[in-house]
């Protein structure tokens, strides 16, 4: 009876074995993340400001047809670098041509005419001598002379005119660059007026922002403006722009007005997104009665706090023991690794995840402060 008890004493075993290294197993499930987080702090008023900028090229032509008439030929393509007087495009000149002509038989007509009005004014005038004719008759032979005169005036000035039309049936690049964008195709109406193409020159260059009227004066005490751009590695540079103008007036729809920053020799293109930060400005004076308060200082976060999804851009606010997604507006490109500045979405005094992409896993909780 011994074998029977031995067996069932070998069954236990191997089932508290099974159930030891199952147990340890269950365990070890992993648990919830704890994501670090920061306090919002608002920036001393009239530090630092910061918004996007497009790059622009100072010289930048939209090339458009002076004749109506048919694309006959369309010689460059967008990108194609272009010299000054390179023939661009033809618009068909078989009207322009016909007009020339009919031009030049108008002044050829003219000329007759007043070489007719002049041998006649100066037989009148002998006749007149002679007493033939009377004053009267010698009057309107010299008016008959001075009309046939300016007739020929005219017809020459119609001439060139003509001329001048027939020259725009060659559409020339205005000056050395490159080609942004074509605007027709070959067969299609040109009318006076019509976009053609877009040249610019690829140098130099100059940033161009926007910044809100209601901080208009608080950015002309800034000691310090400077342009974020990308640089041959890959990394971003700020630079210090060879010259910065700010337009006099105010856009009447987004009430902004345009600051335009000239930028040294760079490798960005033209509608290239870059930021733009104006320093050191001068701490503004406490508001006269009547006046409206200063704008609230914007916020500052590292990049990592940021989530970026296609449109949407937003943080991880702390809301009691959880994160909660909360859209925000930002000053600063999606391409940037440095700090972003939160416009609004946000306050100061609120706790956000240090880490968006931490924040966004299953079951993550704030760290205890």
């Known amino acids: 009876m011994a074998f029977p008890f031995a ?10 074995l099974t159930l030891s290294v199952w147990a340890p197993a269950q365990a070890a499930a992993p ?3 704890v994501v670090a987080t920061l306090k919002l702090q608002a920036q001393a008023q009239g530090q630092e400001r910061q918004w996007e900028g497009v790059i622009q090229a100072v010289r930048q032509s939209t090339v458009a047809a002076q004749v109506p008439g048919n694309v006959t030929a369309l010689l460059v ?8 007087g390179q023939v661009l495009a033809r618009i068909d000149a078989r009207d322009t041509s016909a007009g020339l002509l009919r031009s030049q038989a108008d002044v050829a007509q003219a000329e007759a005419q007043f070489n007719q009005a002049r041998m006649q004014w100066e037989r009148s005038q002998q006749l007149r001598a002679q007493g033939f004719i009377s004053e009267a008759a010698l009057d309107s032979a010299r008016a008959q002379w001075q009309a046939a005169q300016a007739g020929v005036t005219a017809a020459r000035a119609g001439r060139s005119q ?3 039309a027939q020259g725009f049936t060659t559409v020339t690049a205005p000056f050395d660059g490159r080609v942004l964008n074509t605007h027709v195709e070959v067969g299609a109406l040109a009318a006076p007026g019509r976009p053609v193409l877009t040249l610019y020159a690829p140098r130099p260059l100059r940033a161009v922002v926007q910044v809100p009227a209601s901080q208009a004066d608080a950015v002309r005490t800034a000691q310090r403006v400077e342009v974020e751009v990308p640089t ?10 060879t010259q910065v103008i700010s337009l006099p007036g105010a856009d009447p729809v987004s009430q902004t007005v345009e600051w335009r920053l000239d930028l040294p020799e760079v490798s960005t293109l033209p509608g290239q997104t ?6 050191d400005l001068k701490a503004s004076s406490a508001p006269t009665a009547g006046a409206s308060a200063p704008a609230a200082a ?4 590292p990049a990592q706090a940021v989530l970026r999804r296609g449109e949407l851009t937003a943080v991880y606010v702390v809301r009691g023991d959880r994160f909660m997604l909360q859209a925000v507006r930002t000053g600063t490109p999606a391409t940037s690794t440095g700090p972003v500045t939160l416009l609004s979405g946000v306050r100061p005094g609120d706790v956000i995840a240090a880490d968006a992409l931490k924040a966004g896993l ?8």
Do not use: E, I, M, Y
């Open 274 to 279: 870059v930021r733009v930060r104006f320093a």
């Open 7 to 16: 067996r069932h004493c070998g069954l236990s075993a191997t089932l508290l």
């Open 162 to 164: 003509a001329a001048l």
């Open 232 to 241: 041959a590695g890959g990394q971003a540079a700020w630079l210090k722009p």
């Open 77 to 84: 393509k967008a990108g194609d670098t272009v010299k000054a």
């Open 362 to 369: 299953a079951n993550a909780t704030p760290a205890k402060p």
């Open 31 to 33: 648990a919830a993340p």
């Open 298 to 301: 914007p916020l500052t976060v």
